[in-house]
């Protein structure tokens, strides 16, 4: 019996991804394509790196519309506390049930920008091969190197976390006021 080593759920997970990367990503070959193939391929992965600073782009504007709402509302609550004028209910149950809803869709929204950047990033690993240097993926590497360890994911999830947190000031305005 050899001695193969087994492979962590990470590694397999890589190595699937880039089984998938490489089996979709050439839609072409150079010469079925035609001359212009290395000018197009340079020409697209161009683009595709701009679409990566797009979508972090969009996820910061995004999470700041969020935060920009919970921020309304906690001010809304705030002053309906404070002058009584409406019915307790609205202030104290329907606008933290509304903060707690758009909490959850904010997390869910970073969510997926966030695995969004990630694939594209991936995307830009596997075209890299194919190009003199390879930076992004180079990158990855050495920030898996430097942050290897809990304080990495904190990092990376911090923006996961964030609108946790105004759940849990939301679940106490409605338990604790």
Partial sequence: MENTPIKTRRELREEVQNNVCRATIFAAAEKKYGADY???FFEQYKIY???VNYTSEMK???NTYFLTANTALFTAIGI???RQELSPSVWHFMLPLAGILISIVWWAVTYSYKKRNVAKLRVIHCIEELLPLAL????WGLMNEIHNGSIK???FNIDLFTPFVFIIYYLLFICLI
Avoid at 136 to 139: G, L, P, S, W
Wanted: no cysteine.
């Fill in 38 to 40: 290395k000018k197009h």
């Fill in 49 to 51: 790196v701009d679409s």
């Fill in 60 to 62: 910061l504007k995004i």
């Fill in 80 to 82: 309906g506390l404070s």
């Fill in 136 to 139: 992004y993926k180079t990158e």
């Fill in 153 to 155: 994911k904190y990092f």
